[in-house]
């Protein structure tokens, strides 16, 4: 039976489950110093002075130092890194571990203390006085945009960078130009703070001689972050070990290069003690990136019958205080993905980066995709409307395709889609919801004047993930390559090592490494160990982001298995004495065609690799093959995505009851754990929908940085989701797989804003923002009535 496409539970979990893993705070080192971060209580301010004596005075505090006191010691080679400078004028300000002279949002560390428990380290902090000069913050969108004060007194303006893809301007102009209809809206992306399970945290270990250093680290990103700190602690890169061992979630938040894992290592260095670090969750709030923070304005033109003719886009992102690693990129992911699933003849798109007195946004998951699916689905219903058709049949007149299947199309934004079939999709996602049973029950509602309306809300989305190929990336100016790395080595013994440059943070790598290799090599998967997360043990990786890691990782993995069978195939003929071209590799073994009964199992073969005593001329000892695999394109998951909400039209309440997800990322290794990705991705998107949202006033001071306030939800808000799929192979890689771990999210946010519109749409509500929370739904419903007279 082939392993791929077997639904296995995870071979994970039994040690996270019974607490066996080991995450950085279980980690304990003899001498170890926790750091205490003294934060910035204003948005902007500079810092008159730092008193800290009373800190340093304290039981078990070994040190205390200011920004100014480790800009003196010469820690830095270099400021934190952006690695996506997007335009050659971008703006993008030095951001050092630390403030010295000017503090620019709230929650930036402007001292650290070293004591010898986190409590004492804590405690410190607090005893701390800075004197602050406040200055005038700009503490959002419309205050960056507005001018009247600016987020770096270093800078005139807080414009960062415009981006534009309009790769046919006259073309976008007829189209509007020759509109039966034309829709314009704007939508607002409001911030989030990713809220991982496991917050971040950082342990810096010197070798006790020779210079060497293991930074541990709570990180989805183990070998970027390697050569970042190199680069910024100008510590060489040879002698820096990073490991993030277990990772309980990251959702993007932990794909950056942070100010306390460059001050751990820099003083770990420094002072020959390990130095830690972990963050507490309102810490996180301030200290931790936050994901979206977009303003969006999308125009659609289309002919009588619905038919698209053009689409136009403009985006002002927020980027923060700060360039993180990917920050100005972020909206840029999305750029070419605005027409969606739709055959859009002409399209433009731009984008204004903006500073703010504010958290720096970066990667959260989706990145960039989840904004874009939002824009063009939620136009799509207004185009509906503005039409005269139903949701569901704009979308089939607009099909790329026209709903059928198509492979290596390009598309208006200049992508090329890898393959694509829409209709189906659709159809199955319908069906299973009893698409036309849900509008009975919401014609029976309406008719009777049930104060508890339903609503229908449909998004086909379509993502790109496996992000690369390198040489795209790199024409985007961003500053990695795209590639993947793995070894795989079979031992004497018969079973198999595989090293992985992908980093898990709970997608399943193990599990769903050891299915490829056990279907490639015909062995049990319980036979496959899988190595990863430790630069010292995995030197070579791109890690794990963007939905990238099956569709770039585990095809290397694929492909050095098939680089192993055929050095086996070599060996196992010289064994045979018989002729390579005759032989035939099935069920793990090799026998000559036609003849299964004489067979030579493969790890026969490696233990005769090993000892060497009868090889082939020419051929080394060892069963054991890497590659480095660089797509040639991106792969683009697809889906449908329906959902549907009981909206209460006399206090506001929503609640969702049911939710149906059809997802096509191409073929499945795992299917279990498909569909757990999908569960999880599809909860992210509804929160930012229903429920999530950072609130700054308009100091820049955060409202709600505690899960007391800040509102994550549990499984108790979430109905059952029903999921299936399609399946549409990829033709960026010979497995044929696409990516699937942001796909919910991508999908989820604008079902759910789609339902609750579609459930007010007898009141003339259009258009609600996110979180459509009860006091927001009853105040349009409210609204609505004063304007009409009374109850609609």
Known sequence: MSAIGTPMKRREDPRLL???????DDIQVPGQLWMGMVRATVAHATIAAIDTSAAEAMDGVFAVYTGADLQEMGLWGAPLPCAWVVTPDMANPAHYPTAVDEVHHLGEIVAVVLADSRYRAADAAEAVVVDYAELAAVPNLDAAMAGAAVAHS?????????????????????????????????????????????????????????????????????????????ATTGISEAKIRVVAPSVGGGFGAKLNINPDEMLAVALAHRLGRPVRWTESRTEAAGSTHQGRGQHQRIELAADAGGKLLGCRVHIDADMGAYMMLITPGVPLLGSFLYTGVYDVPAFGFTCDGWFTNLTPTDAYRGAGRPEASYAIERAMDLLAAEVGVGPDEIRRRNFLGGGDRFENLTVASTLVFDSGH?????????????????????????????????????????????????????????????????????????????????????????????????????????????????????????????????????????????????????????????????????????????????????Q????????????????????????????????FPFGTHVAVVEVDTETGGVRLVGYTAVDDCGTQINPLIVEGQVHGGIVQGV????????????????????????????????????????VTPSTSNPLGVKGVGEAGTIGSAAAVMNAICDALSPFGIADLPMPASPQTVWRAVESARATTGGAS
């Open 687 to 726: 929160a930012q929908a229903l429920w999530e949202g950072v609130h700054y006033d308009e100091d820049g001071i955060i409202k709600n940085p505690s899960l007391m306030d800040y509102l994550v939800p549990s499984a108790a808000e979430v109905p059952s989701i029903r999921t299936d799929s399609t």
């Open 154 to 230: 270093s800078l005139s303006t807080n414009h960062a960078y415009h981006w534009p893809l309009v790769p046919d301007p006259d073309a976008l102009e007829a189209a509007f130009a020759n509109a039966a209809h034309t829709v314009t809206a704007e939508f607002v992306q409001q911030r989030l703070i990713p809220a991982a399970m496991e917050p971040r945290g950082v342990l810096a270990v010197p070798s006790p001689y020779g210079g060497d250093i293991t930074l541990y680290s709570s990180t989805q990103v183990p070998h970027i972050l390697k050569v970042m700190v190199a």
């Open 422 to 602: 829409y209709g189906p999709n659709l159809d199955r996602a319908l069906e299973l919801a009893d698409y036309d049973g849900l509008r009975a029950e919401q014609q029976r509602r309406r008719a009777a004047g049930e104060p508890v309306q339903l609503g229908i809300g449909l998004c086909t989305y379509v993502e790109i993930c496996g992000l690369a190929p390198s040489r795209a990336l790199g024409g985007l100016n961003y500053g990695a390559g795209g590639w993947e790395h793995a070894v795989v080595r079979m031992l004497p013994t018969g079973k198999v090592e595989v090293v992985s440059g992908s980093t898990p943070h709970g997608q399943g790598h193990e599990t769903t490494w050891s299915q490829i290799v056990a279907d490639k090599l015909g062995i049990d998967p319980a036979d496959v160990t899988v190595l990863h997360s430790d630069t010292a043990i995995s030197p070579l990786g791109l890690d794990t982001y963007g939905s990238r890691s099956l569709a770039v990782g585990g095809v290397a993995i694929s492909m050095a298995c098939d680089k192993v069978v055929d050095k086996a195939k070599v060996i196992a003929a010289h064994l045979m004495e018989a002729n390579v071209d005759d032989l035939v590799f099935e069920n793990g073994a090799f026998s000559v065609a036609g003849t299964p009964a004489a067979s030579t199992p493969i």
């Open 18 to 24: 019974t607490g066996e893993a080991k995450y950085v």
């Open 604 to 635: 026969a073969v490696a233990f005769a690799a090993f000892t060497a005593h009868n090889l082939p001329d020419g051929v080394e000892p060892n069963l054991q093959e890497q590659v480095t695999f660089d797509p040639p394109n991106f792969a």
